[in-house]
């Protein structure tokens, strides 16, 4: 029965003796299926000694272990792997224990081998299995966690220990004994998510602002479950968290760029609307006033024009701070566009503070500004209006700070105006003008004058200049200065120019067919407007076609800062007009650029000394230096220069002895109708007489 039972054991029953070779003295049927020797291939070392049956790798271990338990006298068991007869590797398990040998000093093993391949590869799957998820959790981009209800971690992988600024997954683990209170922003959130969790088993998404390890505050977004034990008792929880700072961000800030300027950071004019009416609401129901104001830098057109927009917008940034300084937390400095700002003042109690407040804004501003080693003096003109007494709505004050606004500038900047009912009536009067210069322009009231323009060396006359006129009704001259503004904002300047252009082509056309006179040039003053229309060039060629005046007896005059405005896009406007043979000239010259680069990118033939230097020549030696330089720079470059507002002989001999050019003003004649020019300049010595020796 024992051998029978033996022989029916899956596995090796064996006998050998403790030697080298672990001598085999005897093994049960097992044999040939767990190695694939037949028994006497194995017993007393016949073909194989067990030692050479195990593999290379696991003999010295197999040997310490069961000498170490025979040493002790204990039962061994041990893993190891044999080379079977067919070569293969086998895993097998090996249990046994010393027992004397027959009257011998040697001991001997009993024991039993047992084929355990199969747990083995069970057992490697589960490691790999085991291998792959942990890779999972340490190499995943997003955080994963498991945290006990207590809010301390048991395990995080080292995206999350990364996420939350931690060097290591332990010491995020170590770092943090309560999530709520030392991770959360807001540890109410931690609750609320935790409460999401148990109550509908899973959170997603949930968003919540947390503190890295160095104090940043970022946004992060988890998923999570409550994990039950075999019970159904909670453990804990588990999740994933991402970053999603970025993405948070952006979405602020497009929010912030919805109601904000962003050069300024300061409320654009979409929130300055909600803030004034809130303040008016406010006001309405507890009392007090709101002062709306309206600030325009003086001269910011002139900064931004001759310094380069990187000084216009340094310029609006520091006065934008100054203007925020100047006021309390609880009032609002706008952006209204360009170097256009807007106040309210909501906690002023009457407005006797409120002008002190107003007035100490306009001088802050105002003072003097640094920059590049260029000290600049900016002044601003403000209106303000006061809710309630000028006006209960957000429109009506705006509209009205503004009319007040336009009021200080025209009492000449720099000054603080309050909004008062007679100015709607200077509004209107603006706009009576408008009224009455499209009428005017139907009726043809308007005129043109022409002033001579005399050659210095010969005292010739050469050319003349058409100056508009409007000669009312009534009888009275308006002249440029007081309709020209208003022709420009309304856009009539458009007509009114064209309308000049071609009565001013249409008289020298008429000189032209004089016998026995010399070809005369006709200026003609030109408005930004009308460069802006974009077909500019095809209105002055069509003009002349009409007119049958030849292109080179037409000069077109722009205003210096006027051009350098936008030269780039003139450019070509003005090569096109070259091209027809029309004549360029820059007029008002020394008054507005600093850089005159623009003379090589233009086609100009003369430049037009501004009267301003033309008046002192004769005592102001600056005056004096700055028109002879003017003199050199046009013919270093080609340019004909001519001399405005020569009212004197002095100024006269000055401007010859210096080779000005050419020359115009009362001393050659004042601007007259054509008629008149025609009357004074018909005979050849006429204006010789009258003005050149
Ligand atoms: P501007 O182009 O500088 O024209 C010369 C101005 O100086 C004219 O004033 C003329 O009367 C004045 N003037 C001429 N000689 C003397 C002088 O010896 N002494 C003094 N003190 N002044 C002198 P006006 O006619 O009142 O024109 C003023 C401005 O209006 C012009 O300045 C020009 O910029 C503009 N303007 C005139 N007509 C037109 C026009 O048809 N279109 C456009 N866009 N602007 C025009
Ligand atoms: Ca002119
Ligand atoms: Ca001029």
Same mark, same amino acid.
């Given at each position: 029965?024992?051998?029978?039972?033996?022989?029916?054991?899956?596995?090796?029953?064996?006998?050998?003796?403790?030697?080298?070779?672990?001598?085999?003295?005897?093994?049960?049927?097992?044999?040939?299926?767990?190695?694939?020797?037949?028994?006497?291939?194995?017993?007393?070392?016949?073909?194989?000694?067990?030692?050479?049956?195990?593999?290379?790798?696991?003999?010295?271990?197999?040997?310490?272990?069961?000498?170490?338990?025979?040493?002790?006298?204990?039962?061994?068991?041990?893993?190891?792997?044999?080379?079977?007869?067919?070569?293969?590797?086998?895993?097998?398990?090996?249990?046994?224990?010393?027992?004397?040998?027959?009257? /011998? $000093?040697?001991?001997?093993? @009993? +024991?039993?081998?047992? %084929?355990? &391949? =199969?747990?083995?590869?069970? #057992? *490697?799957? !589960?490691?790999?299995?085991?291998?792959?998820?942990?890779?999972?959790?340490?190499?995943?981009?997003?955080?994963?966690?498991?945290?006990?209800?207590?809010?301390?971690?048991?395990?995080?992988?080292?995206?999350?220990?990364?996420?939350?600024?931690?060097?290591?997954?332990?010491?995020?683990?170590?770092?943090?004994?309560?999530?709520?209170?030392?991770?959360?922003?807001?540890?109410?959130?931690?609750?609320?998510?935790?409460?999401?969790?148990?109550?509908?088993?899973?959170?997603?998404?949930?968003?919540?602002?947390?503190?890295?390890?160095?104090?940043?505050?970022?946004?992060?977004?988890?998923?999570?479950?409550?994990?039950?034990?075999?019970? /159904? $008792?909670?453990?804990?929880? @588990? +999740?994933?968290?991402? %970053?999603? &700072? =970025?993405?948070?961000?952006? #979405? *602020?800030? !497009?929010?912030?760029?919805?109601?904000?300027?962003?050069?300024?950071?300061?409320?654009?004019?979409?929130?300055?609307?909600?803030?004034?009416?809130?303040?008016?609401?406010?006001?309405?129901?507890?009392?007090?006033?709101?002062?709306?104001?309206?600030?325009?830098?003086?001269?910011?057109?002139?900064?931004?024009?001759?310094?380069?927009?990187?000084?216009?917008?340094?310029?609006?940034?520091?006065?934008?701070?100054?203007?925020?300084?100047?006021?309390?937390?609880?009032?609002?400095?706008?952006?209204?566009?360009?170097?256009?700002?807007?106040?309210?003042?909501?906690?002023?109690?009457?407005?006797?503070?409120?002008?002190?407040?107003?007035?100490?804004?306009?001088?802050?501003?105002?003072?003097?500004?640094?920059?590049?080693?260029?000290?600049?003096?900016?002044?601003?003109?403000?209106?303000?209006?006061?809710?309630?007494?000028?006006?209960?709505?957000?429109?009506?004050?705006?509209?009205?700070?503004?009319?007040?606004?336009?009021?200080?500038?025209?009492?000449?900047?720099?000054?603080?105006?309050?909004?008062?009912?007679?100015?709607?009536?200077?509004?209107?009067?603006?706009?009576?003008?408008?009224?009455?210069?499209?009428?005017?322009?139907?009726?043809?009231?308007?005129?043109?004058?022409?002033?001579?323009?005399?050659?210095?060396?010969?005292?010739?006359?050469?050319?003349?200049?058409?100056?508009?006129?409007?000669?009312?009704?009534?009888?009275?001259?308006?002249?440029?200065?007081?309709?020209?503004?208003?022709?420009?904002?309304?856009?009539?300047?458009?007509?009114?120019?064209?309308?000049?252009?071609?009565?001013?082509?249409?008289?020298?056309?008429?000189?032209?067919?004089?016998?026995?006179?010399?070809?005369?040039?006709?200026?003609?003053?030109?408005?930004?407007?009308?460069?802006?229309?974009?077909?500019?060039?095809?209105?002055?060629?069509?003009?002349?076609?009409?007119?049958?005046?030849?292109?080179?007896?037409?000069?077109?005059?722009?205003?210096?800062?006027?051009?350098?405005?936008?030269?780039?896009?003139?450019?070509?406007?003005?090569?096109?007009?070259?091209?027809?043979?029309?004549?360029?000239?820059?007029?008002?010259?020394?008054?507005?650029?600093?850089?005159?680069?623009?003379?090589?990118?233009?086609?100009?033939?003369?430049?037009?000394?501004?009267?301003?230097?033309?008046?002192?020549?004769?005592?102001?030696?600056?005056?004096?230096?700055?028109?002879?330089?003017?003199?050199?720079?046009?013919?270093?470059?080609?340019?004909?220069?001519?001399?405005?507002?020569?009212?004197?002989?002095?100024?006269?001999?000055?401007?010859?002895?210096?080779?000005?050019?050419?020359?115009?003003?009362?001393?050659?004649?004042?601007?007259?109708?054509?008629?008149?020019?025609?009357?004074?300049?018909?005979?050849?010595?006429?204006?010789?007489?009258?003005?050149?020796?």
């Amino acid at each position: 029965m024992l051998a029978t039972l033996i022989g029916n054991l899956r596995g090796m029953v064996y006998r050998c003796r403790d030697d080298e070779h672990w001598t085999m003295e005897f093994v049960s049927d097992g044999c040939p299926e767990l190695t694939g020797y037949e028994a006497d291939e194995l017993l007393l070392n016949g073909r194989v000694s067990y030692e050479a049956l195990t593999f290379d790798a696991d003999r010295s271990r197999v040997r310490e272990r069961i000498r170490n338990a025979l040493r002790a006298g204990r039962r061994f068991s041990v893993e190891y792997r044999i080379v079977c007869r067919d070569g293969t590797l086998k895993w097998v398990w090996e249990t046994g224990i010393g027992v004397e040998g027959e009257g /011998g $000093a040697r001991g001997r093993i @009993e +024991g039993f081998i047992q %084929d355990i &391949s =199969e747990r083995k590869q069970a #057992e *490697e799957s !589960l490691q790999e299995a085991e291998r792959r998820y942990r890779s999972i959790f340490e190499n995943a981009t997003e955080g994963i966690f498991q945290t006990s209800a207590e809010g301390r971690y048991l395990a995080v992988n080292p995206a999350l220990a990364r996420i939350y600024g931690y060097e290591a997954p332990e010491q995020l683990i170590t770092s943090l004994s309560n999530i709520g209170a030392q991770l959360y922003v807001q540890p109410a959130r931690r609750e609320e998510f935790m409460r999401l969790a148990r109550e509908r088993g899973a959170v997603q998404g949930f968003i919540s602002q947390v503190y890295r390890r160095n104090g940043d505050v970022i946004w992060i977004a988890e998923n999570a479950r409550a994990a039950f034990d075999a019970d /159904g $008792a909670f453990s804990h929880f @588990e +999740g994933t968290v991402i %970053d999603v &700072s =970025e993405s948070r961000n952006y #979405e *602020e800030q !497009l929010r912030y760029q919805a109601s904000h300027d962003a050069l300024t950071l300061l409320p654009n004019r979409a929130l300055l609307h909600d803030r004034l009416t809130q303040a008016i609401a406010h006001a309405r129901r507890y009392g007090g006033v709101v002062g709306v104001a309206f600030v325009d830098l003086d001269n910011f057109k002139m900064v931004n024009d001759t310094l380069g927009h990187d000084t216009g917008d340094a310029l609006l940034k520091t006065m934008a701070e100054r203007m925020s300084s100047c006021l309390r937390q609880s009032d609002t400095v706008a952006r209204q566009g360009g170097d256009e700002f807007v106040l309210v003042l909501a906690g002023e109690p009457d407005v006797e503070t409120l002008t002190a407040t107003l007035e100490r804004t306009r001088v802050c501003v105002a003072a003097p500004w640094s920059r590049q080693g260029r000290e600049l003096h900016v002044t601003c003109s403000v209106g303000a209006a006061v809710f309630p007494r000028d006006g209960t709505d957000a429109v009506t004050l705006l509209k009205n700070a503004d009319i007040a606004m336009y009021r200080a500038k025209n009492a000449g900047r720099n000054a603080l105006r309050f909004f008062q009912w007679e100015m709607v009536r200077a509004a209107v009067h603006r706009l009576d003008t408008e009224q009455s210069l499209r009428r005017a322009l139907k009726r043809g009231e308007f005129e043109v004058h022409y002033q001579p323009r005399l050659d210095l060396a010969t005292g010739a006359l050469i050319g003349m200049e058409a100056l508009l006129r409007w000669r009312r009704r009534d009888g009275e001259l308006v002249l440029p200065e007081r309709l020209i503004p208003v022709a420009e904002e309304t856009g009539l300047i458009v007509p009114i120019g064209e309308a000049v252009m071609r009565a001013a082509c249409l008289f020298n056309r008429e000189l032209a067919r004089r016998e026995g006179r010399p070809r005369l040039t006709v200026a003609v003053n030109l408005s930004l407007r009308q460069l802006h229309h974009p077909d500019f060039a095809g209105s002055v060629s069509r003009i002349l076609e009409e007119t049958g005046l030849e292109a080179g007896q037409l000069e077109l005059e722009i205003t210096e800062s006027l051009v350098m405005h936008d030269v780039e896009h003139f450019v070509s406007m003005f090569e096109a007009l070259a091209t027809l043979g029309v004549h360029l000239s820059v007029d008002d010259f020394g008054t507005g650029y600093s850089s005159l680069s623009y003379l090589k990118r233009l086609p100009v033939d003369r430049l037009k000394i501004d009267r301003s230097f033309v008046r002192d020549i004769t005592t102001d030696s600056n005056d004096a230096a700055i028109v002879r330089a003017v003199i050199s720079l046009g013919h270093n470059l080609g340019i004909r220069v001519v001399a405005e507002g020569v009212e004197n002989d002095e100024q006269l001999q000055f401007l010859r002895a210096n080779h000005c050019d050419e020359g115009q003003g009362y001393h050659f004649g004042r601007p007259v109708p054509a008629d008149r020019f025609v009357a004074e300049y018909e005979q050849p010595t006429a204006v010789a007489a009258d003005g050149i020796r």
